[in-house]
């Protein structure tokens, strides 16, 4: 299905620029012959239809070659964090059961000790450099030199092609299986709800193994005829460096320019990052029409200050592992509504339930449930427990949110996280909403753990500013100025930095 929507872009826009990556350009042409390539030395190695190939590797052309190949192919792909350690990846190449794996000289090593560790027989694939015995993924596509030719006709298949995991703030992570048609769905509910047409170049900063990344960046713009400009991997002394993306700001800002960017989804400490950046600020960024943030909350600070230097408004997407893009913020006056992910999607239904199950009202806050065709049937191999978020078509997500009277959402919390202090419900992002405000404090997460008697008590974990001396019972005075005695923290932790996800999202579970 996805191969037959690649095949009709390509049909439409041969030589037209596919992806950018750093000096490299690649038309829709060599794209989809690479593609078709590949898929013949993957089957040549004996990869079927069904098998998984584990992709463990950063934003590169080699990542979409690979997706698209196991699409023709009818396999399934699972994109891993190429900075996973070996414990990690071990757990998911183990658990979905993987046939081969699609990496680099740099994750060599690890990948090799796992596949010694668990004894089976995978294949492994590099994407650059020679090594004795190891497959190169340019021998293959060389293997198999394509001609474009007319494509049969046959029917789309619809079948599982992805594997991602919803880590969720407790317990082992849950594997989510999305099809061809979730993800065909997906792509064409953002298309339509955002008008992105072939004349529209993407700034892919996000990672593709992230359903973020591969629904917003990878499938919009392959299936649109649009570029994907990526950026690159930072080379010191020729071996790819990781750098905080506040070290990349001038790069990313250069490419806007040269690329003549028009859209730019990325997460909050991206825009933060970009706001903070010793730059021109008269840097032109007039092609830029829709700047989209998910992930995490907006800060109302970044908003401003993003606006006011480069004059484009940050817009709210809400979205899901199990679902993709579920809702995003296109209002004209976004100044008054910014804290809002707004409506849903084309061809996506929404409601605010209570614990019952019965829909509320405008303006009442309660669990956000939702209905697609790009929604996933529900987790592999789960609990029963697990399995209740997917009802009668439905996903329960565990968010809390509530609508206003024009249908916009506004996220209000985590069913999950709600911290419950002697039978009375607090939700945390209330509690970090108005520290936030404290002069002394830059960041702030606020979580439940246990105390020595098991009950459960209110810590906030604190990184301070550089405005002086900041004491617990300065943070306990201030919560007293502002909350009822039982939201009060108990427990109050400083820290130089708190861990961060690769979209920037708060590790919560790492603090307790």
């Given at each position: 299905?996805?191969?037959?929507?690649?095949?009709?872009?390509?049909?439409?826009?041969?030589?037209?620029?596919?992806?950018?990556?750093?000096?490299?350009?690649?038309?829709?042409?060599?794209?989809?012959?690479?593609?078709?390539?590949?898929?013949?030395?993957?089957?040549?190695?004996?990869?079927?239809?069904?098998?998984?190939?584990?992709?463990?590797?950063?934003?590169?052309?080699?990542?979409?070659?690979?997706?698209?190949?196991?699409?023709?192919?009818?396999?399934?792909?699972?994109?891993?964090?190429?900075?996973?350690?070996?414990?990690?990846?071990?757990?998911?190449?183990?658990?979905?059961?993987?046939?081969?794996?699609?990496?680099?000289?740099?994750?060599?090593?690890?990948?090799?000790?796992?596949?010694?560790?668990?004894?089976?027989?995978?294949?492994?694939?590099?994407?650059?450099?020679?090594?004795?015995?190891?497959i190169n993924f340019y021998d293959l596509i060389r293997q198999f030199p394509e001609v474009l030719a007319k494509e049969e006709n046959c029917l789309p298949f619809e079948g599982i092609l992805l594997y991602q995991y919803s880590s969720g703030s407790t317990g082992k992570p849950k594997k989510i299986c999305r099809t061809q048609k979730n993800l065909f769905h997906e792509v064409n509910n953002f298309t339509a709800t955002v008008g992105l047409t072939s004349a529209d170049n993407i700034l892919c900063v996000v990672p593709l193994y992230h359903a973020y990344g591969l629904g917003t960046c990878l499938l919009a713009a392959l299936y649109n005829g649009a570029t994907l400009v990526m950026l690159e991997q930072f080379l010191q002394n020729?071996?790819?460096?990781?750098?905080?993306?506040?070290?990349?700001?001038?790069?990313?800002?250069?490419?806007?320019?040269?690329?003549?960017?028009?859209?730019?989804?990325?997460?909050?400490?991206?825009?933060?990052?970009?706001?903070?950046?010793?730059?021109?600020?008269?840097?032109?960024?007039?092609?830029?029409?829709?700047?989209?943030?998910?992930?995490?909350?907006?800060?109302?600070?970044?908003?401003?200050?993003?606006?006011?230097?480069?004059?484009?408004?940050?817009?709210?997407?809400?979205?899901?592992?199990?679902?993709?893009?579920?809702?995003?913020?296109?209002?004209?006056?976004?100044?008054?509504?910014?804290?809002?992910?707004?409506?849903?999607?084309?061809?996506?239904?929404?409601?605010?339930?209570?614990?019952?199950?019965?829909?509320?009202?405008?303006?009442?806050?309660?669990?956000?449930?939702?209905?697609?065709?790009?929604?996933?049937?529900?987790?592999?191999?789960?609990?029963?427990?697990?399995?209740?978020?997917?009802?009668?078509?439905?996903?329960?997500?565990?968010?809390?949110?509530?609508?206003?009277?024009?249908?916009?959402?506004?996220?209000?919390?985590?069913?999950?996280?709600?911290?419950?202090?002697?039978?009375?419900?607090?939700?945390?992002?209330?509690?970090?909403?108005?520290?936030?405000?404290?002069?002394?404090?830059?960041?702030?997460?606020?979580?439940?753990?246990?105390?020595?008697?098991?009950?459960?008590?209110?810590?906030?974990?604190?990184?301070?500013?550089?405005?002086?001396?900041?004491?617990?019972?300065?943070?306990?005075?201030?919560?007293?100025?502002?909350?009822?005695?039982?939201?009060?923290?108990?427990?109050?932790?400083?820290?130089?930095?708190?861990?961060?996800?690769?979209?920037?999202?708060?590790?919560?579970?790492?603090?307790?």
């Amino acid at each position: 299905m996805l191969d037959q929507a690649l095949a009709t872009t390509v049909q439409k826009h041969r030589e037209k620029t596919a992806v950018i990556y750093n000096n490299l350009r690649i038309s829709y042409a060599e794209l989809y012959s690479n593609t078709r390539s590949l898929c013949k030395g993957l089957s040549s190695i004996g990869v079927d239809q069904g098998d998984c190939i584990a992709i463990i590797l950063p934003n590169c052309p080699e990542f979409i070659i690979s997706f698209y190949a196991a699409a023709r192919l009818k396999a399934i792909v699972l994109p891993l964090n190429h900075l996973f350690k070996e414990d990690e990846l071990c757990y998911y190449l183990n658990d979905s059961n993987v046939c081969t794996i699609i990496t680099d000289t740099k994750r060599l090593d690890i990948c090799c000790r796992i596949i010694k560790t668990t004894g089976k027989k995978i294949k492994l694939i590099i994407i650059d450099g020679v090594q004795e015995s190891i497959i190169n993924f340019y021998d293959l596509i060389r293997q198999f030199p394509e001609v474009l030719a007319k494509e049969e006709n046959c029917l789309p298949f619809e079948g599982i092609l992805l594997y991602q995991y919803s880590s969720g703030s407790t317990g082992k992570p849950k594997k989510i299986c999305r099809t061809q048609k979730n993800l065909f769905h997906e792509v064409n509910n953002f298309t339509a709800t955002v008008g992105l047409t072939s004349a529209d170049n993407i700034l892919c900063v996000v990672p593709l193994y992230h359903a973020y990344g591969l629904g917003t960046c990878l499938l919009a713009a392959l299936y649109n005829g649009a570029t994907l400009v990526m950026l690159e991997q930072f080379l010191q002394n020729g071996t790819p460096t990781e750098l905080p993306f506040m070290f990349r700001c001038s790069r990313v800002l250069e490419l806007m320019v040269k690329e003549q960017i028009t859209i730019c989804p990325a997460v909050p400490y991206v825009f933060e990052a970009l706001v903070q950046a010793s730059v021109n600020n008269c840097v032109d960024l007039s092609t830029l029409r829709l700047c989209i943030s998910a992930g995490n909350f907006l800060p109302k600070s970044v908003f401003d200050r993003f606006l006011q230097k480069f004059n484009i408004p940050v817009r709210q997407l809400y979205g899901c592992t199990e679902a993709g893009s579920i809702s995003i913020n296109l209002d004209d006056q976004l100044e008054k509504t910014y804290n809002s992910v707004g409506c849903p999607m084309k061809n996506v239904s929404l409601k605010i339930v209570d614990d019952k199950g019965k829909e509320l009202p405008v303006d009442v806050s309660g669990e956000i449930v939702i209905a697609s065709q790009a929604l996933a049937s529900g987790y592999y191999n789960t609990s029963k427990q697990s399995q209740q978020a997917f009802k009668e078509g439905c996903f329960l997500t565990g968010d809390l949110g509530k609508k206003d009277k024009f249908g916009r959402l506004y996220i209000t919390g985590r069913k999950k996280m709600l911290i419950d202090t002697g039978g009375r419900k607090v939700n945390p992002l209330e509690i970090e909403d108005v520290l936030m405000t404290h002069p002394k404090v830059k960041e702030v997460v606020v979580i439940g753990v246990k105390d020595p008697n098991a009950r459960e008590v209110i810590k906030a974990v604190i990184v301070k500013n550089d405005l002086g001396n900041c004491e617990e019972q300065d943070i306990i005075s201030y919560c007293r100025e502002h909350f009822a005695e039982f939201k009060i923290p108990r427990i109050v932790e400083f820290r130089n930095k708190i861990p961060r996800n690769s979209l920037g999202k708060f590790l919560r579970k790492d603090l307790v």
